[in-house]
């Protein structure tokens, strides 16, 4: 098993651009989430998803958006970059039911000049 | 929501001594508490998690203790060793929510 594969590592932006950050898991986990790391405030999440077809909003969402077509599949669109988004993104999967643990991918460093 | 506060931020020890992380909670409906490691340029590791039907829980050198009335839980390294050295995170979890709420990291280096 790969675990959590996010791609790409590393990736600068001018403001005002777009992409998508890729996540896949490949442990048929039903949960998957998305978080962003910056220096002293921890992980905050942004989108959360609790299967096929269903996402939610997290604690900071504007800015993003996510779909999830397929269970190992939970992308996170930036639509305008803004520098305010520069920071460390994390994707994560666990199976459903509450006492479970959380599989984190490797990050994404992001910079938006 | 829930509010998970962590301290210290930072801790700096002597290899072979103890670290303690402590970390307080708000929900008293939380009743999940991961800890994980997160070595440089990696992703959060699990290390170590507890429930609230139990108050503490060892794993070798790493015990975890936990305290439903003042809604606080810490974790214990003992022993430490320089691969000790990470930032770790403590998180609350109400499994019938389903979303985790992470302190804000304790950056612990071990000086050998």
Redesign the interface.
């Known amino acids: 098993n790969a675990g959590v594969t996010q791609t790409p590592k590393f990736q600068v932006l001018k403001t005002g651009q777009s992409m998508t950050l890729q996540c896949a898991q490949d442990m048929n986990h039903e949960y998957m989430s998305w978080y962003r790391q910056d220096p002293g405030m921890g992980l905050r999440l942004i989108h959360y998803s609790v299967g096929a077809g269903i996402t939610d909003q997290g604690e900071v969402p504007n800015g993003y958006n996510v779909s999830r077509s397929t269970t190992e599949d939970f992308p996170l669109r930036l639509l305008s970059a803004a520098p305010s988004q520069t920071s460390v993104y994390f994707c994560a999967s666990r199976r459903s039911g509450g006492n479970t643990e959380a599989f984190f991918g490797q990050g994404t460093r992001l910079t938006v000049v | 929501?829930e509010n998970v506060e962590?301290h210290p931020?930072t801790l700096s020890v002597q290899e072979g001594d103890s670290a303690v992380i402590k970390c307080t909670y708000s929900d008293s409906a939380s009743?999940?508490f991961?800890w994980?490691k997160q070595e440089l340029?990696?992703?959060?590791?699990?290390i170590i998690?507890i429930?609230s039907n139990v108050g503490e829980k060892k794993d070798q050198r790493i015990a975890v203790t936990l305290n439903k009335t003042a809604k606080h839980f810490s974790l214990h390294i003992t022993e430490t060793q320089p691969e000790d050295s990470a930032v770790y995170?403590c998180a609350a979890?109400?499994?019938?929510a389903?979303?985790?709420?992470?302190?804000?990291?304790t950056t612990l280096t071990v000086k050998p």
Do not use: A
């Open positions: 929501g962590q931020s009743n999940y991961p994980y340029g990696k992703g959060p590791q699990l998690d429930r995170f979890r109400n499994t019938n389903g979303k985790s709420t992470f302190g804000d990291g």
